[in-house]
């Protein structure tokens, strides 16, 4: 969801993977920088292909990085260039990122960091109940994992990153304030109604959608 307004209100991102059974908006990730860098490097390092378990050794990362950096920068530019981007800012949006951040910061020193934030009981139930979250069985593994990336998160503002988050309850109860905010820091352009149009068709069936303006 949150990709997918970054992407409306003007940021590139190259060919998208479209609706799945998880989200009908569709998932907004470039297939081609997760399958063939993304998960390419956790494969040759033993590390989950998925982000579940084993996660990748942020101390590793950084030994590994600074090797890396140039390549990496170099794979994202083809992919993207491919793929159509001509100029202007541009996103990637996977949720694997945060646990090899040494290596995205490397590449891309002058990046913004958008981290989409939800309640830690309700990530372990969605966990739960998603067909290919599969490493852990039960909420105390779930919050586990769910506490490792918080620990990234941590680390990459101790790090000094340029960090903001957002909260995805507040996106779909219609508090659009905090959203608007992160898009102005991104540089983007707003556009208030194409972003209501674009959350707001899978709420009205959950009967509770109240657009708090942002103005």
């Not at 060919?15 to 040759?44: C, D, H």
């Not at 979250?133 to 941590?154: I, P, T």
Request: some cysteine; proline content about 4%.
């Amino acid at each position: 969801m949150v990709a997918g307004i970054v992407n409306i209100c003007g940021a590139f991102g190259g060919k998208l993977s479209g609706p799945t059974r998880y989200y009908q908006e569709g998932m907004y990730e470039n297939k081609e920088i997760r399958n063939f860098l993304v998960k390419k490097w956790l494969a040759g390092e033993r590390y989950d292909t998925m982000g579940q378990r084993p996660l990748p050794d942020i101390g590793h990362c950084k030994e590994v990085a600074p090797k890396m950096a140039e390549s990496w920068l170099a794979n994202v530019e083809i992919i993207m260039l491919k793929h159509g981007y001509i100029h202007g800012p541009w996103f990637y949006k996977d949720a694997k990122m945060c646990l090899m951040w040494p290596i995205w910061t490397l590449a891309f020193p002058e990046s913004h960091w958008l981290i989409v934030r939800r309640n830690d009981e309700e990530i372990a139930r969605s966990c739960l109940r998603t067909g290919f979250m599969q490493a852990y069985r039960d909420m105390r593994g779930w919050l586990w994992w769910v506490g490792e990336h918080k620990e990234r998160f941590q680390e990459m503002a101790e790090a000094g990153l340029k960090i903001r988050e957002v909260w995805a309850d507040k996106i779909v109860r219609g508090e659009l304030r905090e959203i608007k905010e992160a898009i102005d820091w991104l540089g983007l352009n707003w556009n208030e109604k194409a972003v209501i149009d674009f959350v707001a068709p899978g709420l009205w069936g959950q009967g509770r959608y109240d657009v708090q303006l942002t103005r």
